[in-house]
T-cell receptor, first 114, second 113 residues
């Protein structure tokens, strides 16, 4: 089954403790990205990647890092989480061809930083 | 990307057609109209997209006006499981993917029994 898998689904952590949210897709997609969703602010893009070793900032990249060492994986790293990074996070992937592309989203990771 | 305007909420009776409007008056010639939905706090789900012609798939129909300044997503026989936030997104072909989708506030569709 084609899917984007995020782990963990839920995470509660303390301020300053480094964490990684994993994202993996099994569709051989070139494009992957991370979004955060907050009440009243909608979905905002954090980082995206067009292929292995190619990443770029989205709209709200501060406080986050990403890496794309393998095509299927695109982890989101919070080096020193803060309470304002409490949010619902989504990973997405899509193929590179420009026409008729749809993005596939993971089921989300709800992060709470206390 | 062009911005879109959607009503914040709509109700629809179960079994009836749900017609969700979207205004995108500043859309440019090569920009597509995409629709996604988000059920509760799940990941957004792709529904349909189009450029200028009307489109239909197993989930919905998309009607785009001739001047392309607005569109309507039609769910022909809404069910309770169609209750979700529906997002209309205008994007160029190179951005209509996980490269960059700009989500607005969407329309909360509630299907009533």
């Amino acid at each position: 089954e084609a899917q984007v898998t995020q782990n963990p689904r839920y995470l509660i952590t303390v301020t300053g403790k480094k964490l990684t949210v994993t994202c993996s897709q099994n569709m051989n997609h070139e494009y992957m990205s991370w979004y955060r969703q907050d009440p009243g602010l909608g979905l905002r893009q954090i980082y995206y990647s067009m292929n292995v070793e190619v990443t770029d900032k989205g709209d709200v990249p501060e406080g986050y890092k990403v890496s794309r060492k393998e095509k299927r994986n695109f982890p989101l790293i919070l080096e020193s989480p803060s309470p304002n990074q409490t949010s619902l996070y989504f990973c997405a992937s899509s193929p590179r061809q420009t026409m008729n592309t749809e993005a596939f989203f993971g089921q989300g990771t709800r992060l709470t930083v206390v | 990307d062009a911005k879109t305007t959607q009503p914040p909420s709509m109700d629809c009776a179960e079994g009836r057609a749900a017609n969700l409007p979207c205004n995108h008056s500043t859309i440019s010639g090569n920009e597509y109209v995409y629709w996604y939905r988000q059920i509760h706090s799940q990941g957004p789900q792709y529904i349909i997209h189009g450029l200028k012609n009307n489109e239909t798939n197993e989930m919905a129909s998309l009607i785009i006006t001739e001047d392309r300044k607005s569109s309507t997503l039609i769910l022909p026989h809404a069910t309770l499981r169609d209750t979700a936030v529906y997002y209309c997104i205008v994007s160029s072909p190179y951005s209509g993917s996980a490269r960059q989708l700009t989500f607005g506030s969407g329309t909360q569709l509630t299907v009533l029994p």
